[in-house]
């Protein structure tokens, strides 16, 4: 069994390397025309290369697992901006897909919170189906729409869990195909449940991104994740590639919820142990505070376990 660990959006290893620099649409509307195209092509720009900086960052570290920054172009999909950020930088974002088809890294992007198919106002849905647009459109201009995958929660239950989640089938209808085929749903700390998530997946054939510090925090009685990983597994089937798992550990007993600086590898291994058992090659994915940092600390905290060989920088064979 081959695991890779990855991180998400900024190498804090990196001096001044946020992917994230923003402009916000306060500000933007302050600026004149030309000012404000300028600081758009600015800011984005930053965000691209250091994007790229984490790139090689990666590639020097053999860090294979990477999730973007949603947050790479400001304003991409405000109603009163939406601008052509392709166009002035096909070079770079070629650059960026070039890089990751070489060197085989897995990327990823992930929506806020915002991005759902649950409710019942008309407007939340199109601007889900938008901002899961932007994304692909990203993914596309880097040429990595065909194998990157866009992550996002089932959403809200407004109080009524069986209505949302009728409502999440039919506006599901509205995302273009295209887009569907690269997105995966993860399972909640506070609402939807593995075994709910993994219903909604299986009728809609989409991968479950299995989330474990979620599943601690909120499950089932009768629910054992360990029965459950093979069905989960063979969901990603449909999108042919290896299964992907989030991983973080609580803050603190009375912060559940909340990540910790880095992951415990204690806590994790009851989900180590059973994915051994499965001998299944997998991706985790590290939402730690200390970003890349946790993540090649778990690696050498896991290469440590009898039996567990590291063969990269963040990656064990055991």
């Avoid at 965000?47 to 053999?62: D, F, G, S, V, W």
């Avoid at 899961?132 to 995958?149: F, K, P, Q, R, W």
């Avoid at 992907?244 to 600086?261: G, L, Q, T, W, Y």
Wanted: hydrophobic letters at 40%.
């Amino acid at each position: 069994m081959i695991i890779r660990f990855g991180y998400v959006s900024h190498a804090l290893s990196l001096w001044d390397c946020s992917p994230a620099k923003t402009l916000t649409f306060t500000r933007w509307k302050k600026l004149e025309e030309q000012e404000r195209h300028e600081q758009l092509l600015f800011v984005t720009k930053q965000n691209l290369e250091h994007t790229l900086r984490m790139m090689h960052y990666n590639i020097a570290h053999e860090i294979m697992v990477y999730r973007m920054s949603s947050s790479i172009v400001p304003l991409a999909t405000h109603p009163e901006v939406l601008w052509d950020y392709q166009t002035p930088f096909k070079d770079l974002l070629t650059e960026i897909g070039d890089l990751v088809k070489k060197y085989k890294l897995r990327t990823s992007f992930h929506p806020n919170q915002f991005t759902l198919f649950t409710s019942d106002k008309k407007h939340i849905t199109e601007n889900a189906v938008g901002d899961m647009t932007y994304h692909y459109d990203l993914l596309d201009a880097m040429g990595l729409a065909d194998e990157a995958i866009i992550n996002i929660h089932v959403g809200g239950a407004y109080g009524d869990k069986i209505k949302a989640t009728e409502r999440f089938h039919q506006n599901i209808k509205k995302l273009p195909p295209h887009i569907k085929k690269r997105m995966t749903l993860e399972n909640d700390d506070k609402t939807y449940t593995t075994s709910e998530t993994l219903a909604i997946c299986q009728k809609e054939q989409i991968p479950l991104l299995f989330d474990y510090h979620h599943y601690m925090a909120n499950k089932d009685d009768d629910e054992n994740f360990l029965e459950l990983l093979p069905t989960i597994f063979d969901t990603w089937e449909w999108v042919g590639i290896h299964p992907k798992i989030h991983v973080s550990s609580p803050k603190s007993e009375k912060e559940f919820r909340s990540h910790a600086d880095y992951v415990d590898a204690e806590f994790l291994m009851p989900l180590l142990k059973g994915l051994k058992e499965l001998n299944v090659d997998v991706d985790l994915m590290i939402e730690a505070k200390q970003k890349d940092k946790a993540a090649l600390k778990l690696c050498e905290d896991v290469a440590k376990i009898r039996g567990v060989k590291r063969i990269g920088g963040a990656t064990i064979e055991w």
